[in-house]
């Protein structure tokens, strides 16, 4: 069984920090492509930032660039997202998401990921 455990939220002030730990266990996580997205309430989930199989590859939305970096120990089955000068409109719970592949791509989609975490809170305030 896949599972998927975040870490790491928590309640933080505008221009502040964090960093969100993903754990995988149960599967091959070097052949897994992993990403992260968020939803605030009343909104739909929304893509974060992606990460290749191998890692040689990241994507981001663009509301996120330039502030947060996802990177990956394939050794540890971790993945993890950095989070810098975070706004209030950051505010969300974060998942992260594990996608089997045996290519070199980035996914952006919901829909694309096999597994899922149960999410781990953001509060950024102003």
């Known amino acids: 069984q896949v599972q998927l455990v975040e870490s790491g939220g928590g309640l933080v002030q505008a221009g502040g920090s964090l960093r969100l730990s993903c754990v995988v266990s149960?599967?091959?996580?070097?052949?897994?492509?992993m990403g992260w997205f968020r939803q605030a309430p009343g909104k739909d989930r929304e893509f974060v930032a992606t990460?290749?199989?191998?890692?040689?590859?990241?994507y981001y939305a663009d509301s996120v660039k330039g502030r947060f970096a996802i990177s990956r120990d394939n050794a540890k089955n971790t993945v993890l997202l950095r989070m810098n000068s975070l706004k209030p409109d950051d505010t969300a719970i974060y998942y992260c998401?594990?996608?089997?592949?045996?290519?070199?791509?980035?996914?952006?989609?919901?829909?694309?990921?096999?597994?899922w975490g149960q999410g781990t809170q953001v509060t950024v305030s102003s």
């Open positions: 998401a594990a996608l089997g592949t045996t290519g070199s791509y980035v996914y952006t989609q919901a829909y694309e990921y096999d597994y």
């Open positions: 990460i290749s199989r191998t890692g040689g590859r990241t």
């Open positions: 149960g599967c091959s996580f070097g052949s897994c492509a």
